[in-house]
């Protein structure tokens, strides 16, 4: 199994910056892809951005540009950095972590919101 800890989340005005971070109990060196995830009230939840284990990075379209997500293995933490941040950019961000034959874990998510 694979326990993951989000933390990071806040209320910060529109164009701020966060950082999240999430702490995995498991080497993530060892985890196929890790992601963030979120979902917004009355929404279905949706790709973040993820990055694999040789560190290979992806972003959902209205990220790219904003957002970067990297990694910390030696603390077994991934991270999401977040900039310019929108109104529409508030939701509960979740840690995704996904090994290779197994089931996806998640973490209890973090809220973030951006106030206009």
């Known amino acids: 199994q694979v326990q993951l800890v989000e933390s990071g989340g806040g209320l910060v005005q529109a164009g701020g910056s966060l950082r999240l971070a999430c702490a995995a109990s498991?080497?993530?060196?060892?985890?196929?892809?890790m992601g963030w995830y979120r979902q917004a009230p009355g929404k279905q939840r949706e790709l973040v951005a993820t990055?694999?284990?040789?560190?290979?990075?992806n972003y959902a379209d209205s990220e790219k540009g904003r957002f970067t997500i990297s990694r910390d293995i030696a603390k077994n933490t991934v991270y999401l950095r977040m900039n310019s941040l929108k109104p529409e950019d508030t939701a509960v961000y979740y840690c995704?972590?996904?090994?290779?034959?197994?089931?996806?874990?998640w973490g209890q998510g973090t809220q973030v919101t951006v106030s206009s």
């Open positions: 498991r080497n993530i060196f060892s985890i196929n892809v």
């Open positions: 990055i694999t284990r040789d560190g290979t990075t």
């Open positions: 995704n972590a996904r090994p290779l034959l197994e089931s996806d874990y």
